[in-house]
């Protein structure tokens, strides 16, 4: 045997052990999800820890609800939280784990959404956005198309690409996705 084969043999078989350590991998799933949102009509600002491995934070939860209110009532739903595994997830595709969601739109009313249905025919009648299951968001220094392409290529929920309103819509529903 040569010397580079024997010293790459030693230090793979090192490692294998650590690699596969059920303490490693748990550490991992354990660490903390962290988002970070400014809401761009009320300007208001939330840095949060809302999961810790498979466990969603109860104060957290309540705190995001809170925040993702309809802003024009003030009605708060209760939010999926699927949805921000979703945004946690995007974040970390887009190689930004530190990056800040702006927010334009989160749960409506039925008031609301009736409203703005009659405002704009791209409003749907049973929006996720009703149901808390739904999020129109951007990212300050990133393009929306580039957004909109990470989202894409995670393959969960409805992805809406509003080029000229410069936001994406993500959402927890059937996979799926629109806009040009």
Not at 12 to 18: E, F, G
Not at 56 to 73: E, P, V, W
Not at 83 to 109: C, E, Q, T
Request: proline fraction near 4%; glycine fraction near 6%; charge should be positive.
């Amino acid at each position: 045997m040569n010397r580079r084969y024997f010293l790459g043999m030693a230090l793979s078989a090192a490692a294998a052990p650590v690699a596969a350590s059920p303490f490693f991998s748990r550490r991992s799933a354990e660490r903390p999800r962290v988002l970070s949102f400014r809401h761009l009509h009320t300007d208001e600002w939330v840095d949060v820890t809302y999961r810790i491995g498979d466990t969603y934070q109860r104060s957290a939860l309540l705190r995001l609800n809170q925040f993702f209110r309809d802003f024009r009532t003030g009605d708060v739903t209760t939010m999926d939280p699927q949805l921000f595994d979703i945004l946690y997830d995007l974040k970390l595709r887009l190689g930004d784990p530190d990056a800040r969601f702006d927010v334009i739109s989160a749960y409506r009313s039925p008031a609301t959404n009736a409203r703005l249905r009659k405002a704009s025919r791209g409003v749907a009648k049973n929006s996720l956005h009703l149901h808390g299951q739904a999020i129109d968001v951007r990212f300050p220094d990133l393009s929306t198309r580039r957004l909109r392409d990470a989202a894409v290529s995670l393959g969960r929920g409805g992805v809406g690409y509003y080029r000229r309103s410069d936001f994406v819509h993500l959402d927890t529903g059937a996979v799926r996705s629109w806009g040009a």
